[in-house]
């Protein structure tokens, strides 16, 4: 992949885990899952259906199959996130976004999976606020990538949804979209 290419796939760099959080770096990274639906609406706000449907970059998906991914890959994080606190170390089962994105529900109006999202992140908030500094040590095991413990899902997911909103300002700022 070439320099230009991984900028367009990667606006804001690839997601790094650093480690251990400290409390107030968990709790800037839980703020940032706080502000993603309102990021999410302002980087689609005002976009005709025809800038919806245009893929942010060469071969990738569209402004409004993002919306939709982001909905479908916090879900699964939501629930990875109550499985890990309710059993011991389970094996949650993976998916494949890209067949995700291709589905039918991938080509509502974005509205759908906005609303989806601002309702997901209330109670996720919630819930990730309430969770005591061992909490964040609990793990999940993904078949692919191992175990991880909520720690790393946490940092992984303030990185998600600023990193999709990134390809669509990119987007907007390529083509002149204001």
Not at 50 to 58: A, C, G, I, K, V
Not at 103 to 113: A, I, K, N, W, Y
Request: net charge positive; aromatic share 8%.
């Amino acid at each position: 992949m070439d320099a230009q290419s991984d900028e367009l796939r990667y606006p804001l760099g690839r997601f790094t885990y650093r480690g251990p959080s400290s409390p107030a770096e968990r709790l800037a990274c839980i703020e940032r899952i706080e502000a993603a639906p309102a990021a999410i609406r302002r980087a689609v706000e005002g976009l005709r259906q025809s800038q919806l449907d245009t893929p942010y970059r060469e071969g990738g998906w569209t402004v409004r199959q993002v919306v939709h991914h982001v909905a479908d890959s916090h879900m699964n994080a939501y629930v990875r996130v109550k499985l890990a606190l309710t059993e011991d170390n389970p094996t949650v089962k993976p998916y494949d976004e890209k067949l995700w994105a291709e589905l039918p529900d991938s080509r509502l109006s974005v509205e759908v999976s906005l609303g989806l999202i601002d309702a997901l992140h209330a109670r996720w908030v919630v819930l990730l606020r309430s969770m005591k500094e061992d909490a964040f040590r609990r793990t999940w095991r993904h078949p692919e990538h191992g175990e991880r413990d909520l720690d790393y899902l946490v940092q992984l997911y303030a990185w998600h949804s600023r990193h999709h909103c990134g390809h669509i300002r990119a987007l907007r700022e390529r083509s002149g979209w204001r």
